[in-house]
Structure formats: structure tokens, C-alpha cells
């Protein structure tokens, strides 16, 4: 098979994964040299984005490019949810590792890339496969002297030498959890083993530690382990967890393992082998495959790109604004408030907490007020040690007004005051969601 053709089947095959992006990790140094693109002989500019090159952000909001492919979308496990699973009849393929290597340093000088995500179905022994994986970017690193990023699919069930020597050249690793309870993993994905998903996560973790503090004690041989730290992905509806589970594990799985970041995956419903739908999935197309519809979970949101977005939200307090799992989703709700923003339902919901007076707020105070960011927070704080704060100099901090107004007051003094929640949540809700607030209801 032409590598072309390997190409655009196993870039295909690696779309589904979310947990593709860059940390701007600073271990390896990106050449600044790089050749240009060809020009291409027609009137214009700018080129053709290759198969499997996929646009990912920083923390910091840069647009980074990455090669994202599998090494082979050949399975032996039979997971309900995914187009690889070894009973789904898929044209096959398979990179070998000088394949893989060359591709990524041409699409470098290219400009095409700025990096490379490198996963595989298993084919083989979870050692097997991890063992082509970590070829291919020790390849990288030292024959080739690339000096981009690599983020590296840690198998599960690999021992822990694998898992170690991984981490020595990739700059991030990711474990899949896939499904957020052991019961739906049976279900969905009876193969795989929640055990070594967390033993394989928790050797990143201890490896990592392990090398940190030889590095703390300032030894010349530690190397640099993963220094962009490890991820993981959750499907979201394939099964029938609630926001609250989910939330919950991402809690536990940030404490546990210091992720750096839980990614999830609005479930994408695949072809069954023989064209009828697995019974163990919900069928969430309703007419318009623009609209994915829960009808066995009638709790949750009726769009299922809005939940995976109100999860990302959701984890964002988390990780940035000092929010607990048990705080996020209402103490009687199990998901997540459709319609608004979790910070703005929390407040809503916690309004004895509010109004805050910004000329005396701490930073904890600040980050719980919707509108305000970890950034304006910062700058709210540096700027009133040295002068005035003002309604219209909040603005221009970067705080939302449209949000805070009614959560605020400034030297005692109200933009609106927070009198009436029903009020509240119609004004502050997104404003396509909120077209399917029952008007009875406020």
C-alpha cells in the first residue's frame, strides 16, 4: 500500500481521539529553520493542509499543527464505540516505524506541522505495540534531531520500563479512561481493564515524581521526563453516567495522577458490523444528525455537543477557579445546567454569596463572581493597590460586565442588583440555548 493511501486511512482512523493538543512544553527546543513549501505553480498562496494534520491550543491560545495518525488502525479488541474494534469491516493499514519517521520530519520542514500525536490500535501485546510507538520518537529525537513536540498514547497493560523510556522522549503521554465507570468499560469495551488504564496512569505519575525530585536534588543524569505531564480522554454518551460522575472522576483523577488535563468526547455514533445498531449504545440521531438527542437519559441536555461543552466549562473551574466537583452540579440535579454557563447556575444558586465589593474582594472571592477570569481577578487586585477602581475601568480589565453586573458592587454601589433569579437566568443564559427556556417557567 502506497503511504499516501496509509496515510489518510490512519489519520481517519485517529480522529475520534480529543485529547490532541499541545502544551507548549519548552523541553525540546523547535528549530526556527525550516524549509517552505514548494510553490505551487498557481496564481494565490497559502497550501493544501495534508491528511492528518489537525489544529490544536495552548494554554496559552496559540494554534499549534500536529501530525495526528495511528500506527495501525489494526485491533484486536472489540470495543462497541469505535470504528476500529476488530469486528468492524474497515480497510486496514499499518505505518512501519521509517515510514512514520520520515513523514514527520518532511511535514516539519515543510512547515506543515509543528509536532506529532501517535497512537495504534492493538494489534499485538500491549509491549509490542508500545514498543513501535516509542521507536518512532526515540528515532525522532536522535537520529533525526527533531525538536518538535511529540505526544505519545501510553498502551495499558505495557510495563513499567516501556512506560519509563516513553516518557524520555515524548513530551506528553495520555492513558485513555474511554468510559467513566468499571460497569460501562464491561459493557462497551469488555477487552479492556480499568485496572491497568489507573496502573498505567499511575506509573506516569510515580516515574514522573521519581524524576522530579532527582532533579530537585539537582543530579546532572536525571533526565526530563513527559515534561508536558500526562491526559486522558472520556467519552461522553456512549453510556449512561450523569455530569456528576463524570465531574467526579475528573476530580479524582487530577488529584490522584496530577493530570494535566481531562479531555472529553462527545460520543460519535459508528456503523455496526452487519448495519444494525449495537444494542448496548443509545441512538442519539434524530432526524437531524446536526442534533444528537438522549432519549433514554431524559435527564440530561438535548444536545450533546452542548454537555461535552458545559464539561469542558465545568472543568475549567477545576482546574483554574478553585471549584470542588460537589459544587459544579446542582446538589438535586445529576447533570449540568443546559442553558447557563456552570459558574453562572453556581451563583445563581449561591446567592447569599453575592453581592461582591470589588474594592475589597480577596482573589478567592473575585474568581466566583461570573464575568470575572483568573486573569482580570489578578489585575483587578494590582490595579486598585495604586489607584481608583471604575465601572468602566473594570471594563477595560478584562472583566465581563454583562455577566458581573449583577453580582458586584463597587464602593457600594449596584449596576443591577441581584433581585430576581428567574430574572437572572433569562437574561445570563446562552442566548441559542435560551430560545428553549419554557417562558412559563420565569
Not at 252 to 273: D, E, F, G, I, Q
Not at 398 to 408: E, N, P, S
Request: glycine share 6%.
Amino acid at each position: 500500500m502506497e503511504l499516501n493511501s496509509k496515510l489518510e486511512i490512519l489519520s481517519g482512523a485517529a480522529k475520534y481521539d480529543a485529547s490532541c493538543a499541545s502544551s507548549g512544553s519548552s523541553s525540546f527546543q523547535r528549530s526556527a529553520c525550516r524549509v517552505s513549501p514548494e510553490p505551487s505553480g498557481t496564481e494565490g498562496f497559502g497550501v493544501r493542509v495534508p491528511a492528518g494534520v489537525c489544529h490544536s491550543w495552548t494554554g496559552d491560545g496559540r494554534c499549534v499543527s500536529l501530525l495526528k495518525v495511528l500506527y495501525s488502525n489494526v485491533c484486536r479488541f472489540d470495543c462497541a464505540y469505535c470504528v476500529n474494534r476488530v469486528s468492524s469491516d474497515i480497510e486496514r493499514a499499518s505505518f512501519k516505524a521509517d515510514e512514520l519517521v520520515e513523514l514527520t520530519s518532511e511535514f516539519y520542514r515543510r512547515n506543515y506541522i509543528e509536532g506529532l500525536f501517535l497512537s495504534s490500535g492493538i494489534f499485538s501485546d500491549p509491549d509490542i505495540v508500545m514498543e513501535k510507538l516509542i521507536a518512532v520518537a526515540k528515532t525522532l529525537r536522535k537520529n533525526m534531531n527533531f525538536n518538535g513536540y511529540i505526544h505519545l498514547k501510553i498502551i495499558p497493560g505495557s510495563g513499567e520500563a516501556m512506560i519509563r523510556e516513553a516518557g524520555l522522549w515524548a513530551d506528553r503521554l495520555s492513558a485513555n479512561i474511554e468510559l467513566p465507570t468499571e460497569k460501562s468499560l464491561k459493557n462497551l469495551a469488555p477487552q479492556k481493564s480499568g485496572k491497568l488504564i489507573f496502573g498505567a496512569m499511575n506509573d506516569v505519575s510515580r516515574v514522573s515524581r521519581e524524576i522530579e525530585e532527582d532533579r530537585s536534588h539537582q543530579l546532572k543524569s536525571a533526565p526530563v521526563y513527559a515534561p508536558a505531564g500526562q491526559s486522558t480522554q472520556l467519552i461522553v454518551g456512549a453510556s449512561g453516567e450523569d455530569d456528576r460522575t463524570i465531574i467526579g472522576l475528573a476530580g479524582a483523577l487530577y488529584r490522584k495522577y496530577a493530570l494535566r488535563r481531562v479531555y472529553y468526547s462527545a460520543y460519535m455514533p459508528v456503523t455496526a458490523p452487519n448495519g444494525i445498531p449495537d444494542p448496548r449504545l443509545p441512538d442519539y440521531w434524530d432526524g437531524d444528525p446536526a442534533v444528537r438527542v438522549l432519549p433514554a437519559i431524559r435527564e440530561a441536555p438535548r444536545n450533546l455537543l452542548i454537555r461535552e461543552h458545559r464539561l469542558y466549562q465545568a472543568d475549567w473551574l477545576m482546574r483554574f477557579y478553585r471549584f470542588s466537583p460537589d459544587e459544579i452540579v446542582a446538589p438535586e440535579a445529576s447533570f449540568l445546567d443546559s442553558v447557563l454557563d456552570p459558574k453562572t447556575a453556581w451563583a445563581l444558586r449561591r446567592l447569599d454569596c453575592f453581592p461582591v465589593e470589588i474594592k475589597s474582594a480577596d482573589y478567592e472571592e473575585l474568581l466566583r463572581v461570573p464575568g470575572i477570569g483568573a486573569k482580570s481577578a489578578r489585575r483587578i487586585i494590582e490595579v486598585r493597590r495604586s489607584r481608583p477602581l471604575s465601572f468602566d475601568g473594570l471594563k477595560r480589565i478584562g472583566v465581563v460586565l454583562k455577566r458581573a453586573r449583577y453580582f458586584i458592587t463597587l464602593g457600594g454601589n449596584f449596576l443591577d442588583r441581584p433581585d430576581n433569579p428567574r430574572r437572572l437566568r433569562r437574561i445570563l443564559a446562552d442566548e441559542e440555548e435560551a430560545l428553549q427556556l419554557p417562558l412559563f417557567e420565569f
